[in-house]
């Protein structure tokens, strides 16, 4: 549940880093379920700036680029923006571009940079319960890792251990935010919004804080850096993905025994989803019909791209499955379309 107030702290904050002259022509080519559209739609409206909705996401901006030439900003996640440098897609007057939703790889921010045009690549994080953008970095080509940066304006980041206490620079916490950004809670679900929003002990107004579920740590030059969920979760093309959802759907296979789901990053950098099954049938194949069997229970973006049989799956001494050992897919793995 977001409150108008929320939305109104990240416009003021987007109008005072972004100039009226990059919001001025910005690209909306996310779609309005996803909380990036909040940005591309509302901020470079609020100054008075023109919004180039985009259908179908990148699919009409690589079939028909002429139709954004003017367009100053581009605002999406890494996996679109990688398409878009493919096919030579990117407006001829896009100088800035933001990125959001999902780790930026460096490799990706040198290739921007190293595109004609972009001056300016930005990388936002943000969940939708701290109303889209909680954190800012201006990249830069070169860096080892790339950070998620420093609060905006308004919000206030917490790295803590497990008994919410501060950690030190460099030292591994959970991410929790709080600030003007942070909304009401989820609809309908009290016990839910209990556990992830929780009353912030560095804050004498009696206001909460977000648990985030996800892993950073500080930088010495005070960025964070994003490791990791603390959880099953990960994000696919900027949709947030439960490992344990997926796994539960190829387990109701009649001919699967056990399924293990684990994100991996493909040859571009981007993270995909690998299944690795083990078959009722001793060394069994996949069952051919597995990627139809997912698509009927899960959206497309969560059924995995890759599909592997295993006679067992490896486990560490305390007898779990060691997910760091799960083989690469072989060529021939991907799923049909």
């Known amino acids: 549940m977001i409150e108008h107030s929320q939305v109104v702290a990240m416009l003021s904050w987007a109008g005072r880093v972004f100039a009226d002259g990059e919001l001025s022509q910005t690209l909306a080519a996310t779609s309005v379920s996803f909380d990036l559209s909040v940005f ?89 319960e701290d109303t889209t953008y909680s954190t800012h970095a201006v990249t830069v080509a070169g860096d080892a890792r790339t950070p998620i940066g420093r609060p905006v304006d308004g919000t206030r980041a917490h790295v803590l251990d497990g008994s919410l206490r501060p950690v030190v620079v460099g030292a591994v916490g959970e991410l929790y935010l709080s600030g003007a950004g942070v909304t009401r809670g989820y609809h309908a679900r009290p016990a839910l919004t209990a556990g992830r929003y929780l009353p912030d002990p560095f804050s004498s107004d009696g206001s909460r804080m977000y648990r985030t579920g996800d892993l950073v740590r500080w930088r010495p030059d005070g960025q964070l850096e994003y490791l990791g969920r603390a959880d099953g979760q990960v994000k696919i093309r900027g949709h947030r993905v439960e490992l344990g959802e997926v796994e539960e759907v190829l387990r109701r296979h009649p001919r699967v025994s056990e399924a293990v789901v684990v994100a991996r990053p493909d040859v571009t950098g981007s993270l995909r989803l690998v299944g690795y099954v083990v078959a009722h049938e001793a060394g069994g194949d996949v069952p051919s019909d597995l990627p139809s069997h997912a698509r009927t229970w899960l959206p497309d973006f969560m059924v995995p791209s890759a599909l592997v049989a295993l006679r067992e799956f490896p486990l560490l001494p305390n007898g779990k499955i060691d997910r760091s050992a799960l083989p690469d897919p072989e060529p021939g793995a991907d799923r049909a379309s």
């Open 40 to 128: 591309e739609i509302f901020a470079p409206l609020s100054v008075g700036g023109t919004v180039h909705l985009v259908p179908d996401n990148a699919l009409d901006l690589i079939a028909h680029p002429g139709r954004y030439a003017d367009v100053t900003l581009v605002n999406t996640v890494p996996s679109v923006v990688r398409e878009l440098l493919a096919a030579g897609a990117i407006p001829p007057r896009a100088r800035t571009v933001n990125l959001a939703g999902e780790p930026l790889a460096p490799g990706l921010v040198a290739e921007l940079y190293a595109h004609p045009v972009i001056g300016v690549v930005n990388n936002l994080y943000g969940p939708s």
